[in-house]
């Protein structure tokens, strides 16, 4: 038999995807690219439950809001360049393979930094998290320049992008080598943030193509995954808390009660996150794209920030915390409701905000207000959790009930905007 050898993943010119792709899906390779970001979620996740339960409030939130968004940036980056230009060659996939291992230093740099935070007036330990960061986004830099180099319709888009994230890592190498205490970095940290968030709208205004031609459905997808992912975190907290009353007290009516709570919290904030159709109304909408992929950021965090909760619990549970119940309680309570009012907020950005959600999200926070109440009270903490799950039992429930002829009537009323708007052109 003949033939020579071939490549399967031959290289590929970067020319951009279809937006209206039929079928358009996640591919394996940014199913195994998520994965990477459950190790720095996890190792973020027990560092803020150790900081919490002893107290150190201050080092827990501003290492937590670091890590993570360092994280989910470079994941947002990576997911929209991925829906606009994904060719799944061996360039492509070497370079994405450069991304995880990125990924994977940062985690390792999460521990020196909250250790570092935690000590007043030090100098703060960002130098392994930041390199690990840099090492993603610069390899987000050759999938732009390659885009570039392509001969695509978008050259000029892809410049800017390249150019202005390679600006700002310059800037980010230059935090390795500098010695600051807390608020200067917070500083520092602030300024690059909002460059870093800068660069998209310049590129994608600047350019003069348009907009780079990602996916609607397939961006929903792909946070959607990413949600899924992270709410495993949850899932974790929830192991590690019946761990905790299991070891002290057995199996026991409250253990029951303490699964049937985290786990409760954990779906309803899963299915509450689907009931915007996030696919359709972005479809629609492309305009609410920096509005839909910048919230998720909040959105993210928040997920996280609640397995995080749930292992505080757990160390509250198994008395090796320092804080009170109260402080246990809020651990959770404070990410889940700040989640159920992002979740609501993006529900009316993309489709328009409706009274029946302003009452949804009153009674929500009025269920989250007693769960504080309780726990204030000296109600036990697995009977709070309990409470605290029936906040996003309340939105499935509502929208089960009312949810579908809504935003049947809301795609419906945007579809008809947009045709109008076209035909009026």
């Excluded at 840099?134 to 050759?142: F, I, P, T």
């Excluded at 920030?305 to 320092?322: D, N, P, Q, R, S």
């Excluded at 809020?330 to 159920?340: D, K």
């Amino acid at each position: 038999m003949g033939g020579g050898l071939g490549v399967k993943h031959r290289l590929t010119r970067m020319t951009g995807r279809d937006p209206h792709e039929d079928g358009r899906a996640a591919t394996n390779l940014e199913l195994f690219f998520d994965l990477t970001f459950v190790v720095a979620f996890s190792f973020a996740g027990v560092e803020v439950a150790h900081f919490i339960a002893e107290g150190h409030f201050k080092t827990a939130v501003f290492g937590f809001i670091f890590c993570t968004f360092a994280a989910i940036w470079a994941w947002i980056n990576f997911s929209w360049f991925a829906s606009a230009f994904d060719t799944d060659d061996w360039v492509y996939r070497l370079t994405t393979m450069v991304q995880m291992v990125g990924v994977l230093i940062l985690a390792l740099g999460i521990a020196p930094l909250f250790e570092s935070l935690d000590h007043q007036g030090g100098v703060v330990d960002n130098r392994v998290l930041v390199l690990g960061y840099v090492v993603m986004r610069l390899a987000m830099v050759v999938q732009w320049v390659r885009a570039a180099l392509s001969g695509t319709d978008y050259r000029r888009t892809c410049l800017i992008y390249a150019g202005g994230i390679t600006i700002v890592q310059i800037a980010w190498v230059a935090v390795i080598f500098l010695d600051t205490t807390l608020y200067q970095t917070l500083i520092v940290i602030g300024l690059l943030v909002l460059a870093e968030m800068a660069v998209p709208p310049i590129a994608e205004t600047l350019g003069r193509e348009g907009t780079t031609p990602w996916h609607a459905h397939h961006i929903a997808e792909r946070y959607g995954l990413l949600a899924i992912i992270t709410l495993g975190e949850g899932i974790v907290g929830t192991a590690a808390a019946l761990q905790a009353v299991v070891h002290s007290q057995g199996w026991t009516v409250e253990t029951a009660v303490l699964g049937l709570a985290g786990v409760g919290i954990t779906f309803g904030m899963w299915w509450i996150y689907f009931i915007v159709p996030s696919g359709q109304a972005l479809h629609l909408r492309r305009g609410r794209a920096f509005t839909f992929g910048y919230f998720h950021i909040i959105i993210f965090m928040a997920i996280a920030m609640m397995g995080a909760g749930l292992h505080v619990a757990a160390l509250y549970l198994e008395h090796e915390a320092t804080i009170g119940a109260t402080a246990a309680v809020a651990a959770v309570v404070i990410p889940v409701g700040i989640y159920l009012a992002c979740i609501f907020l993006l529900y009316g950005f993309l489709l328009g905000f409706h009274r029946v959600h302003v009452a949804e999200v009153i009674g929500m926070a009025a269920i989250l207000a007693i769960a504080m109440v309780c726990a204030s009270a000296g109600v036990s903490v697995v009977i709070c959790l309990l409470v605290v799950a029936l906040a996003p039992a309340l939105g499935v429930v509502v929208d089960e009930l009312a949810g579908a002829s809504r935003r049947a009537q809301a795609l419906d009323a945007l579809e008809a905007s947009v045709r109008g708007g076209a035909a009026g052109r």
